[in-house]
Structures are given as structure tokens and as C-alpha cells.
Nanobody, 126 residues
Framework: QVQLVESGGGLVQAGGSQRLSCVAS????????VGWFRQAPGKEREFVAA???????????DYTDSVKGRFTISRDNAKNTVYLQMNSLKPEDTAVYYC????????????????WGQGTQVTVSS
């Protein structure tokens, strides 16, 4: 069993930066793949970034308003914490951000994830 708690959300101006944290409790968290997803009002929850524990491979969303190049996912296994550093924020990044953990599967698919945090709101003002 893994429990995830996100923090670091809030209000930020466009062009600013914010770092989200996700602290995990539970055994062997460092053997889980971890991911960040987001959900804007009226929209589906979408993939943002993921990091696989075994290979260390990192994946970023590649949609129209891509986060690649602006967001960075990282983890500190000693602290059981996953981070999402967000730079050059845009109003379109406004959403509830969730971290998640998975034993296996496609790291970019929300259906692969077994555990979810409660989410943290990020609001980017123009």
C-alpha cells in the first residue's frame, strides 16, 4: 500500500515557476514508477510527466501545448518524494495536479497507476 500527498500548488503569475512535491508513505516506494497528471475543469485527466524506477527513463507529455522543456520531473528516494518543477507557466497550465505510483505498465497512461494523491490546485493568472 502506498499513500501519496501532494503539496506546492497555489496561485502564480504567467511566466513564473512553481515546484510541486509528492511525499509517499509505504514500503518499497522506490520500486514504483511515478507520474504526474493534471485535470482542468471540464476536461479529462491528462498525462504530464513520468519517471520509471528501474531504467530511470523519463517521459513528458507531447501534446499541443507541451510541457516538455518547461517541466521537470525528479525523485529523491531517500525522502520518498517526487517533484515536478514547472517553469514558464502559462494560464493553460491551470489545473489540479496529481501524482501517482505504478508497479508496471505504460507510464503515460493513467490506467496503469495503482495509487493516487488527492491533488493540488495550480492556478496561473495572465
Amino acid at each position: 500500500q502506498v499513500q501519496l500527498v501532494e503539496s506546492g500548488g497555489g496561485l502564480v503569475q504567467a511566466g513564473g515557476s512553481q515546484r510541486l512535491s509528492c511525499v509517499a508513505s509505504g514500503r518499497a516506494f522506490n520500486t514504483y514508477n511515478v507520474g504526474w497528471f493534471r485535470q482542468a475543469p471540464g476536461k479529462e485527466r491528462e498525462f504530464v510527466a513520468a519517471l520509471r524506477w528501474a531504467s530511470g527513463n523519463i517521459y513528458y507529455a507531447d501534446y499541443t501545448d507541451s510541457v516538455k522543456g518547461r517541466f521537470t520531473i525528479s525523485r529523491d528516494n531517500a525522502k520518498n518524494t517526487v517533484y515536478l518543477q514547472m517553469n514558464s507557466l502559462k494560464p493553460e497550465d491551470t489545473a489540479v495536479y496529481y501524482c501517482a505510483a505504478a508497479r508496471s505498465g505504460d507510464s503515460t497512461s493513467k490506467s496503469s497507476y495503482d495509487y493516487w494523491g488527492q491533488g493540488t490546485q495550480v492556478t496561473v493568472s495572465s
